[in-house]
C-alpha cells in the first residue's frame, strides 16, 4: 500500500522522538509504516533494487526533516562503533510556547478539514506534519494529506496562490445565463457565503467585479500573464449577490428516500405523482439551485418557475461540458457568475 509522503515522514518523527536509544536503518525500514520492509524470500536482484529504494527514500526523509528544522541525531553504538542509528531529542525538536485555546484547536482543525483534498505546496506540507507530531493539542496520529481529492479544493488552493501572486487566472464557467464560457478574471478574495465557496474578481473580459461560485468551476484553473500583473483595490467595492437576503420560499419535488436534508428543514405538502413535494425556505437562489443539483435528478424545483428553468439550463451545461470542445478563444458571452 502506497503512503503518502507527509504521513510516512510523521511516521518517523513520532517513531525516532520515542525510541529509548536509537534506531538503526533495518529498525526504521521494518518498523515505520511508509517503508516497505525486507524480504528475505525474494530473489538477489529484487532484495537490492528494493534496498536501493529504501536507502534512497530514507535519504530524502532526513534532509526533510533537517529542512524543517528538527534535529536528527547520529548515533554510534557504544559497543561497535560501525553501527550507526538515528534519534530525535523531543526537547530540541518540540516547538517552545505553541499552544492551542479550544477555539484556536477547533480553528486549526477546520482549516486542515478545508485544505484536505487540495495540492499544498510544500510549506503547508510541513506545517501540518510539525504541528501534528509536536502540539500537546493535536492527537499524534497519522496525517492522510490529500486523502479526499477535490477538484473545488484544488481550484481554490489555486485561486490562492495566484492571488497571492497578483497573478491573472483563466477556467470554464457555467452561470444561469450564459451556460459554458471562458472566464479570465483577477482574483481578489475567497468567499464563504450560505455554505458555499465563492471567488470574488474582476473579469477582465466583462470590465467589472464579478462574483463566482467554485462549484461552477470546470476543468483546471490556470495562471496567465507575469506576477503583479494588478493591484486589489481597497477598500473592496461590496460584491453583487443578485439578491436582497430576503426570506423565499420554493417547493422541491423529491424521488422517495431521497432529499433527506430538504425533508428536515422543510414542509411536506403532499405529493405529485412519483413526486413527494416539500416547501423550503431560502435567502440565496444559488443556495436552492445547487442543493438540488447535487441530487443527481433526484429532485426538482417545482416552484418558483424562475429557478426551475435555472435549474434545467445548469443542468443541460454540465451535460454538455465533456461532450462539446471549448474553444477558449471563441467562447463569448456571460454574465454574473
Known amino acids: 500500500m502506497t503512503i503518502d509522503p ?15 536509544v536509537r534506531m538503526t536503518r533495518a529498525q526504521i525500514r521494518a518498523t515505520v509504516v511508509g517503508y516497505e520492509p525486507a524480504d528475505a524470500h525474494l530473489a538477489p536482484d529484487d532484495v537490492r533494487r528494493r534496498e536501493a529504494a529504501f536507502e534512497r527514500m530514507f ?41 492551542f485555546t479550544s477555539a484556536e484547536a477547533a480553528a486549526l482543525a477546520l482549516a486542515a478539514e478545508y485544505w484536505q483534498g487540495a495540492t499544498l505546496g510544500p510549506d503547508a506540507h510541513q506545517g501540518l506534519t510539525k504541528i501534528a507530531s509536536t502540539s500537546s493539542a493535536a492527537p499524534r496520529t497519522p496525517l492522510t494529506l490529500g486523502a479526499r481529492a ?36 483577477e482574483p481578489w478574495q475567497i468567499i464563504l457565503r450560505a455554505g458555499a465557496e465563492y471567488l470574488y474578481a474582476f473579469d477582465r473580459d466583462r470590465g467589472e467585479p464579478r ?7 470546470h ?3 490556470t ?3 507575469k506576477e503583479g500583473a494588478y493591484t486589489i483595490p481597497r477598500p473592496l467595492p461590496k460584491p453583487s ?10 417547493v422541491v419535488g423529491l424521488r422517495p428516500e431521497a432529499g433527506h436534508a430538504i425533508r428536515r428543514r422543510g414542509r411536506a405538502l403532499g405529493t405529485e405523482g412519483d413526486w413527494d413535494l416539500v416547501e423550503v425556505q431560502y435567502r440565496h437562489a444559488d443556495a436552492i439551485k445547487d442543493e438540488v443539483l447535487a441530487l443527481a435528478g433526484r429532485a426538482r424545483v417545482m416552484e418558483p418557475a424562475l429557478i426551475a428553468q435555472q435549474v434545467e439550463r445548469e443542468a443541460a451545461a454540465a451535460l454538455r461540458v465533456g461532450e462539446v470542445p471549448i474553444d477558449a478563444e471563441s467562447a463569448g458571452g456571460g454574465d454574473r457568475g
Do not use: C, Q
Not at 526537547?91 to 505553541?98: F, T, V, Y
Not at 477538484?151 to 489555486?158: E, G, K, R
Not at 462574483?211 to 468551476?217: A, S
Open 6 to 20: 507527509a504521513e510516512r515522514l510523521l511516521n518517523l518523527i513520532i517513531a525516532l522522538t520515542h525510541a529509548r
Open 59 to 99: 535519504e530524502r526523509d532526513k534532509e526533510e526533516l533537517r529542512r524543517m528544522g528538527i534535529p536528527l541525531r547520529t548515533v554510534l553504538d557504544p559497543t561497535h562503533g560501525d553501527a550507526i542509528g538515528y534519534k530525535i531529542d523531543a526537547s530540541d525538536a518540540a516547538m517552545p510556547g505553541i499552544a
Open 150 to 185: 477535490s477538484s473545488t479544493s484544488d481550484a481554490t488552493a489555486t485561486l490562492v496562490d495566484a492571488r497571492a501572486r497578483r497573478l491573472a487566472v483563466a477556467f470554464d464557467y457555467t452561470s444561469a445565463s450564459a451556460g459554458l464560457s471562458r472566464r479570465t478574471v
Open 211 to 217: 462574483t463566482f461560485r467554485l462549484g461552477r468551476i
Open 219 to 221: 476543468g483546471s484553473v
Open 223 to 225: 495562471t496567465v500573464g
Open 241 to 250: 449577490w443578485g439578491d436582497t437576503g430576503a426570506v423565499h420560499h420554493a
